[in-house]
């Protein structure tokens, strides 16, 4: 490595980012065909740090900053390389040397790089580094991951005139990058404040994507379905959990923001039909809550056919506790008189959902958890029957194939 520093610090710094590139594709190309599982180490990173995000070796000496031109050809030199690179495991390899968090000083110039080339990636639509960074999203820590979605949301979401299209109509190059950007974005976009609710363009353009393929949210899940393939501190194994708070808490995050949700009519919430460009939010939720429900009945098989019913939680019974907990403070945050609808609307979407769950193995809860669990809520007459019907404690390995009763999505109320 000394060696190929001394050569790099001769050159300016775009052919030395290049000659980086160069050099890792050497380096771990050598790794693939001794190991099927290469290491990235020190030396790579460090090389990487100096000549690629133009850290100094020496953090005390000042960083030389590259013009916005250099910054530009240098997003041009690395998307071409993912574009022109064959081997989709030495692309994933040389992306995770590139990006993967190291805790240090350089994570801050790692991370603006990286959500600037996934930014170009989608504008130019470069299925190969949208798929680096799926991967990418799939291992590292939530925050990053978020980090990177806010990004993308402020660069096609939130800018006039919005270019939003353009991530739109990524879904149909690369679905495995949109279902983990649902994951993280529901993930920042929690709803826990005003200024955390999806615009309307983000909202439109998921509901469109749920709606018209809702096989896109259990993409992550079925590729590696087992919890313990995920590092801790990673976001969910799907998006399910993010998008069930969204139904859910909608109602009362727009009451309280003083945003009219504007209800659909009755009926509105079973509509088949895509989301288009100017729905109401209200309309959105229902479509997207009935998606939702859908999703979750259909879970049953997959968990039956990868033996994973019974055994894995695909909403986790403490992260569903957090969101019961964030409702029951929306609901107190409201006087109950001005936000009656709104938080018959909310329960009656949460109890539907958890019924659909439990029903189908992707909640491991019994009745006596879920009493526990709803018991600061208000009372809810389909929440009650809910909480009323005999408790099973989920038997190990496996529950029961006929443990709950069927669920008749058709016929719920949202």
Request: aromatic content about 6%; glycine content about 4%.
């Amino acid at each position: 490595m000394t060696d190929i520093r001394r050569s790099l610090l001769r050159r300016d710094a775009l052919s030395a980012a290049k000659e980086v590139l160069y050099h890792l594709d050497i380096h771990f190309s050598n790794q693939l065909q001794n190991t099927a599982a290469p290491v990235v180490d020190n030396g790579s990173v460090e090389l990487v740090e100096e000549f690629v995000f133009n850290l100094p070796k020496d953090r005390s000496m000042q960083r030389k900053k590259m013009t916005s031109l250099q910054e530009l050809q240098l997003l041009e030199i690395t998307c071409s390389y993912f574009q022109e690179q064959g081997k989709d495991s030495l692309r994933q390899i040389i992306f995770a040397a590139l990006f993967s968090p190291q805790s240090n000083m350089a994570d801050d110039r790692r991370m603006a790089m990286l959500g600037k080339l996934v930014s170009m990636a989608v504008a130019v639509c470069r299925v190969p580094v949208l798929e680096c960074a799926a991967s990418w999203l799939q291992r590292s820590p939530a925050s990053h991951c978020m980090r990177l979605a806010k990004v993308l949301v402020d660069d096609y979401c939130n800018s006039a005139p919005s270019p939003a299209c353009a991530l739109r109509d990524i879904v149909t190059v690369s679905p495995r990058f949109c279902c983990q950007f649902i994951t993280a974005v529901t993930a920042v976009y929690d709803l826990s404040s005003d200024d955390l609710i999806p615009s309307s363009d983000l909202l439109e353009m998921v509901v469109t994507w749920v709606h018209d393929n809702p096989r896109l949210t259990l993409l992550t899940f079925l590729s590696a379905p087992m919890p313990s393939s995920r590092p801790p501190g990673a976001l969910e194994s799907t998006p399910l959990l993010g998008l069930v708070r969204w139904c859910v808490k909608s109602p009362l995050a727009y009451k309280r923001h003083r945003k009219p949700l504007l209800a659909p009519c009755p009926g509105a919430a079973l509509a088949l039909g895509p989301a288009e460009g100017g729905q109401a939010p209200g309309s959105l939720y229902s479509m997207l809550h009935l998606s939702v429900l859908q999703i979750l009945v259909s879970l049953r098989a997959d968990l039956t056919e990868h033996h994973l019913y019974g055994r894995v939680g695909v909403l986790p019974l403490e992260h569903v506790a957090k969101l019961v907990g964030e409702l029951a403070v929306l609901v107190d945050q409201l006087n109950p008189g001005d936000a009656a609808a709104e938080s018959e609307l909310s329960l009656n979407r949460l109890a539907q959902a958890l019924q659909v769950a439990m029903a189908a193995g992707a909640l491991l809860c019994s009745r006596e958890d879920l009493r526990c669990l709803c018991s600061r809520l208000p009372y809810n007459s389909l929440l009650q029957l809910v909480k009323s019907g005999p408790f099973l404690q989920p038997p190990h390995p496996e529950f029961q194939q006929e443990s709950y009763p069927p669920i008749h999505v058709s016929t719920a109320r949202s």
